[in-house]
């Protein structure tokens, strides 16, 4: 059997030495409850999160001082408000979420807090959230991650247009679904595009120049991109670059002291 990762299964004493280990991290998957087209259910993101997370820690030698907390379900996704389901909670009670169960976490003596997040609707939320949490501790390094930014390869696996448009519940994460949990996928395959229009010259949905979109502004059945062409095969290569990418970095922030902070026996 392999050790134990889940925090919330563990008995306090056993917390207690967790968090004295040097390096002591504690990973918290964050998810959404959002809608994700006619053919994607809504905790898509939260499953995404929580079975990278798992795969990974499973993968990881188990003497390694690393945990995880529950995952955290509902998110910050107003651009998906008007579709039924979706269930946004105030940025400000995110923000504030993330800095009390830091604080707890740090206060316990864990040196490590990953948020580990699947939504690309609350990056820069939760970038602002790590921050204003850091800034608060000087023990605590905090590392906010968007589970499909890093890992190499990604992105030569999708072809355009869709690696540019296809931002929501499209080629990737369909084709994701359908490798996890075929049976959460509908038969539809919608191919909205970009019912908006496209920016003009210059300007963008998210890179440089972007703009605050609402899915309705772009879609109106929530898919944002092509769906059309997804499949399994796809999602299994896609499965593996997550995996591997996440594993070859926790792996080596875990052989590291990164990121430096102010901790007493660091000196
Ligand atoms: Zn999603």
């Known amino acids: 059997m392999t050790r134990e990762f889940q925090l919330g299964q563990m008995r306090w004493p056993e917390v207690a030495q967790a968090a004295a280990r040097p390096g002591s991290t504690v990973v ?17 993101d939260s499953l995404f999160a929580e079975r990278l997370i798992d795969s990974v820690l499973e993968r990881l030698p188990e003497n390694l001082p690393i945990w995880r907390l529950p995952l955290q379900p509902l998110g910050f996704s107003p651009e998906h408000r ?7 909670l105030p940025a400000e009670l995110l923000i504030a ?8 976490l740090a206060g316990y003596g864990f040196q ?17 959230a790590a921050r204003q949490l850091r800034s608060s501790l ?8 968007f589970i499909w930014s890093g890992p190499e390869g990604i992105q030569e696996l999708i072809p355009e247009p869709e690696r540019s448009e296809g931002l929501h519940a499209a080629l990737a994460e369909t084709s994701l679904m ?14 909205d595009g970009n019912q908006g ?11 440089a ?40 970095r926790f792996e080596s922030l875990l052989a590291s002291d990164w990121p430096p902070t102010d901790r007493p026996e660091a000196r």
């Open 28 to 44: 918290w998957p964050f998810g959404s409850m959002e809608q994700h087209g006619p053919h994607l259910p809504l905790h898509t």
């Open 82 to 88: 008007g579709f039924a389901g979706t269930l946004s």
């Open 97 to 104: 979420q993330v800095v009390a169960v830091g604080q707890e």
């Open 112 to 128: 490590r807090l990953v948020l580990f997040n699947g939504h690309g609707g609350q990056i820069s939320l939760l970038q602002t």
């Open 138 to 145: 000087p023990t605590l390094g905090v590392l906010p991650c």
């Open 178 to 191: 359908l490798h996890l949990a075929p049976g959460l996928v509908a038969a539809e395959r919608p191919i």
């Open 197 to 207: 229009g496209l920016p003009p010259r210059g300007w963008s949905l998210e890179g």
């Open 209 to 248: 120049a972007p703009n605050a979109w609402l899915t309705r502004d772009l879609s109106s059945t929530g898919v944002v991109g092509n769906s059309s062409g997804a499949n399994a095969e796809l999602g299994a290569e896609l499965w593996q670059k997550l995996g591997e990418g996440w594993l070859q």
